[in-house]
Each structure stands twice: as C-alpha cells, then as structure tokens.
C-alpha cells in the first residue's frame, strides 16, 4: 500500500512542475481519501486557498446522497457554483496524481455541468 501512495505523490508532484494557479485562473486541486473526497481552489501566486468543498462538512448537503461517485459529482457541482458566483469560470484542474477516472473524473463532470472550464 505505501508503494501506491509514494507513486501517487511522483506523479502529483512531476504534474505541479507543469501547472500553477494564479487569480484570474486558480487550480482547482482534488484530494480523495477512501471514504471522502475534497476540492479546493487555490491561488498559487499569493499562496492562498480561495475556498474549499468536501462532502464530509455538515454544510456540504453531499451528505444524504448514495455512493462515492454520486458524492464527488456533487462536491464538483458546489465548488462551481461558488467559483461562478466569484465570477472564476476557467481553472486549472490538479487531479492530484490520482488517474481520471471514477471519483476524479465525476468531480470534474460535475465542474463542467455547472460552468467551470478547464
């Protein structure tokens, strides 16, 4: 298991080599734990978190719904309508080393449906 983690973390870290996230386009970064999944936007020139969507917080509303897949489209879906209302509609999407599919891959669907680009 600590193989498939050191991996994760090369990967993550030859992806943030090529990528950076500044005001006008912040990086919209994904972590997924095995029972959660977490979104933020972050602006990388001031060093900043501009905010954060999981769907394990009490405010998220992600709570009442059934499986991982469903839960991560609908964190994608809140961190774009916060985006939105920030007037930010184009990001830089950081899936954190992890592969683009299930879980990274329906957070980003759920991005995209409510009007983030990437």
Known sequence: MLKKQE???K??????????????RPRLCVFR????IYAQLIDDEKGKVLFSVNDSSPSSKV????????RAKE??????????EKKIDKVIFDRGGYKYHGR??????GAREEGLKF
């Not at 080599?17 to 005001?23: E, P, S």
């Not at 734990?33 to 959660?36: D, E, G, I, K, T």
């Not at 709570?63 to 469903?70: A, S, T």
């Not at 990274?104 to 669907?109: C, G, P, V």
């Open 33 to 36: 734990s095995a029972n959660h």
């Open 11 to 24: 990967r993550h870290k030859r992806i943030r080599a090529k990528i950076a996230g500044v005001a006008a």
């Open 104 to 109: 990274i891959k329906a957070l980003a669907e």
């Open 7 to 9: 991996n994760r973390k």
């Open 75 to 84: 964190v994608g879906r809140l961190i774009a309508r916060k985006a939105v």
């Open 63 to 70: 709570k009442g719904q059934k499986g991982k897949i469903e």
